[in-house]
């Protein structure tokens, strides 16, 4: 099964970085955004499993962009992603509708695959 992702960062080095780790994991990536707004117009065309998910946007913050994508009837499993450390319970992250944290440093060595694979699968 191929798992589709949208990478959201405003750092176009990080999300080429993000692609590249996520596409070796035999990840899709289907589309990149660089703010919070295009982010939700991403998910909404692409409809993709996972999003990765930078937490400090130019517009929305990562959590605003996850609570929003959580109303949606299909939301996809999102990682949240940071250079800061995260401050945030896993319950806290999972009101928002948030699947995990990875630190940006800690991210080649996630099981992004895992993370990302539609529940039941």
Same mark, same amino acid.
């Given at each position: ?24 994991? !035999?990840?899709?990536?289907?589309? @990149? #955004?660089?703010? !919070?707004?295009? %982010?939700? %117009?991403?998910?909404?065309?692409h409809r993709p ?10 517009d929305l913050d990562? +959590? %605003?962009?996850?609570?929003? +994508?959580?109303?949606? &009837? ?7 992603? #940071?250079? @800061? ?8 992250? &999972?009101?928002?509708?948030? &699947?995990?944290? =990875?630190?940006?440093?800690?991210? #080649? @060595?996630?099981?992004?695959?895992? =993370?990302? %694979?539609p529940a039941g699968?």
């Amino acid at each position: 099964m191929c798992i589709n992702i949208v990478v959201v960062d405003d750092d176009p080095g990080f999300r080429r970085i993000a692609t590249v780790l996520l596409t070796a994991r !035999g990840l899709r990536v289907v589309a @990149e #955004s660089g703010d !919070g707004a295009s %982010a939700l %117009a991403a998910v909404r065309a692409h409809r993709p499993h996972g999003l990765l998910l930078d937490l400090h946007l130019p517009d929305l913050d990562g +959590l %605003a962009v996850a609570r929003l +994508l959580k109303k949606e &009837e299909h939301p996809p499993r999102t990682v949240l992603t #940071s250079t @800061e450390q995260s401050y945030w319970s896993q319950e806290e992250l &999972e009101q928002a509708g948030i &699947e995990s944290f =990875i630190a940006k440093d800690r991210l #080649s @060595e996630a099981d992004l695959r895992h =993370i990302f %694979a539609p529940a039941g699968s």
